[in-house]
């Protein structure tokens, strides 16, 4: 059974750094694109990052290029989002979601999502 | 980047009632068009993939169709449990966007 386990959320100061984890199980982790998706409160899905399976091309949102670096521990079948000078905007639940076995790139769509974790960015 | 625009943002139905939610991309995505549910409290979930693939387990009263700019999700005959948000999503390129989103409401 595929699960993915998302940690490290909370409540940050603005200019704060927090990093999130995501482990994954029941599945080849290191074959898989991943993917983090946020949801600001009440609002819709926005697309943050992707990560390919063997961690080697990354992509990032506009609204957190600079700030944000998705990387992955293969051995650990953990993906991590570190997250650098958070603003109020950045408040959200943080999910991870895995890449579609159909899926040959980042570009892809995912079929398996984590339950989310909260991240509050306040003074 | 690609802008994803979904229409209407909210509508109400009843229970067998067919429901049609829209989809315009700013530029030409050929068939890489995806649909997500998502229930109060709950992650997304996959629905459909490539404008038109089911995922596996999805009630066959889903369906999606289009190409290039404009696609549509329907729902044939509306249960209670379909009363969610529908979101699509673009995987053309590395850089994805999801559109705004569509509340399926009880009428």
């Known amino acids: 059974e595929v699960q993915l386990l998302e940690s490290g959320g909370g409540l940050v100061q603005p200019g704060g750094s927090l990093r999130l984890s995501c482990a994954a199980s029941g599945f080849a982790f290191s074959s898989y694109a991943m993917t983090w998706v946020r949801q600001a409160p009440g609002k819709g899905l926005e697309w943050v990052s992707s990560?390919?399976?063997?961690?080697?091309?990354?992509y990032h949102a506009d609204s957190v290029e600079g700030r944000f670096t998705i990387s992955r521990e293969n051995s650990k079948n953990t993906l991590y989002l570190q997250m650098n000078s958070l603003r109020a905007e950045d408040t959200a639940v943080y999910y991870c979601?895995?890449?579609?076995?159909?899926?040959?790139?980042?570009?892809?769509?995912?079929?398996?999502w984590g339950q989310g974790t909260l991240v509050t960015v306040s003074s | 980047d690609i802008q994803m625009t979904q229409s209407p943002s909210s509508l109400s139905a009843s229970v067998g009632d067919r429901v049609t939610i829209t989809c315009r991309a700013s530029?030409?995505?050929?068939?890489?068009l995806n649909w997500y549910q998502q229930k109060p409290g709950e992650a997304p979930k996959l629905l459909i993939y490539?404008?038109?693939t089911l995922q596996t387990g999805v009630p066959s009263r889903f369906s999606g169709s289009g190409s290039g700019t404009d696609f549509t999700l329907t729902i044939s005959s509306l249960q209670s449990e379909d009363f969610a948000a529908y979101y699509c999503?673009?995987?053309?390129?590395?850089?994805?966007?999801f559109g705004g989103g569509t509340t399926v409401e009880i009428k």
């Open positions: 979601a895995k890449g579609h076995s159909f899926c040959t790139s980042t570009s892809c769509y995912f079929d398996f």
């Open positions: 530029q030409s995505i050929s068939r890489y």
């Open positions: 990560i390919t399976g063997s961690g080697d091309k990354t």
């Open positions: 490539a404008a038109s």
């Open positions: 999503q673009q995987s053309f390129r590395d850089i994805l966007t």
